[in-house]
């Protein structure tokens, strides 16, 4: 079965596997997911993230392993998440129309033509494009 929204799959995994207080999660891979990760990990809301099964003959299964982080007193680092961009609505703006996310304290993942980066960096390298998610 194929699936019609991966970007929502993966938010909803992570969602589920924070409110279950799991360490990590595994979620089937794509090139779009791992780059959200990249960006999760280099904003600090994940500890860690590899990909299993990456050979030519697995590529088809393989799997995303997500190291989630939690603070000393076991609360998320995540809070939320939201996906702005949808299948049946995508959201694009512009470089002048990237606004922070609560106040600052969370990013924007925006898919640009530049690669997929917060919408700090997109605003900074003068690119808009597809707000994918919020996370705070």
Do not use: F
Request: glycine share 10%; hydrophobic share 40%; charged share 25%.
């Amino acid at each position: 079965m194929s699936m019609s929204d991966p970007i929502s799959d993966l938010l909803t995994r992570i969602r589920n596997a924070i409110v279950a207080g799991h360490p990590g999660v595994d979620i089937p891979w794509s090139r779009v997911k791992e780059e959200v990760c990249t960006v999760l990990k280099r904003e600090g809301y994940i500890l860690d993230y590899s990909v299993l099964g990456t050979e030519a003959t697995e590529r088809s299964r393989a799997q995303l392993r997500v190291a989630l982080k939690y603070t000393p007193d076991r609360k998320p680092v995540i809070q939320g998440l939201s996906r702005v961009s949808k299948p049946s609505l995508r959201v694009y703006v512009k470089r002048k129309e990237l606004r922070p996310v609560g106040s600052g304290l969370g990013i924007a993942v925006v898919s640009t033509s530049k690669g997929i980066m917060t919408g700090k960096q997109a605003r900074a390298a003068g690119v808009g494009g597809e707000i994918l998610c919020e996370v705070w």
